[in-house]
């Protein structure tokens, strides 16, 4: 298994190519008018159906059909889907045409690598902005999540976790930073629904990580504490779901090579 890269440098050591590369990616370029365009309107179908699951990993996006569908011509459709392909959600691949893109252990953790970075750095700069009420908020939420555990309802718990997390980089006042992290989210959500990502204890420890971040932020902690804190919380579950994905893979080989023995007669 190839070994995780380090994510434990601060962001001003992010190369400022790959801010601007994944943000020109997942924004449309300034001077459109995006919101009266059939090229948007068609983009929002695409990914809105994706979101939701109607368009699922490998689903054929045919152009006639869309088309014919949504009443929209063919040059949107094609404007849009490479749009899409670029954000990561579509692949385009010859003699096939366009498909929702499938993801696998590698999308995972490539976006739990650009999640850890983004979200570090917006949720110490959103941390001086937080107010009182935003804390005692947050920390109700991580009660709450407990609840969940206790409970045995894993639904809730995703959606409380994610609440929690976009409460703790809402004030950062960069909208570009924001959208990014908002899109990473919604990747590792997508990606979740179509494959089982798990790691025992995993979910308590990130509830006492919580915890934590909260006291930095509540104790006026300086921003690269904060932004290391932040970061180091999604790099250790991309850690403990990678290390627990890899024994199981190892414990399943070891049982297959394993002779089975013969029952005598």
């Not at 953790?109 to 700069?125: D, I, K, W």
Request: proline share 3%; glycine share 4%.
């Amino acid at each position: 298994m190839r070994s995780l890269p380090d994510c434990s440098h601060t962001s001003a050591q992010i190369p400022q190519i790959l801010y601007d590369n994944v943000y020109e990616a997942a924004t449309p370029q300034e001077g459109t008018r995006v919101a009266d365009s059939k090229a948007e309107q068609s983009y929002r179908i695409v990914k809105e159906r994706i979101m939701d699951g109607t368009f699922g990993p490998g689903h054929r996006l045919v152009i006639d059909q869309l088309s014919r569908q949504f009443s929209i011509s063919s040059v949107p459709w094609r404007e849009s889907l490479r749009r899409l392909e670029a954000e990561g959600w579509v692949d385009i691949i010859r003699n096939v045409g366009a498909v929702v893109k499938t993801f696998d252990t590698d999308s995972w953790q490539q976006s739990m690598r650009l999640l850890a970075r983004l979200e570090g750095l917006a949720t110490a700069l959103s941390a001086t902005n937080l107010t009182a009420d935003d804390i005692a908020e947050a920390r109700e939420l991580n009660r709450d999540m407990r609840d969940a555990l206790a409970n045995f309802d894993p639904a809730r718990f995703g959606r409380l976790n994610r609440r929690f997390h976009e409460l703790l980089y809402s004030r950062c006042n960069d909208d570009r930073l924001h959208d990014l992290v908002d899109a990473e989210w919604t990747r590792i959500e997508l990606i979740r629904r179509s494959a089982f990502w798990y790691a025992p204890g995993r979910a308590l420890a990130s509830i006492s990580e919580h915890d934590a971040i909260l006291d930095l932020i509540e104790g006026a902690a300086d921003a690269e504490m904060i932004e290391t804190a932040a970061r180091r919380h999604e790099v250790n579950t991309l850690e403990a779901v990678t290390k627990y994905d890899a024994e199981a893979t190892e414990h399943d080989r070891s049982d297959a090579e394993r002779p089975t023995s013969r029952r005598r007669r």
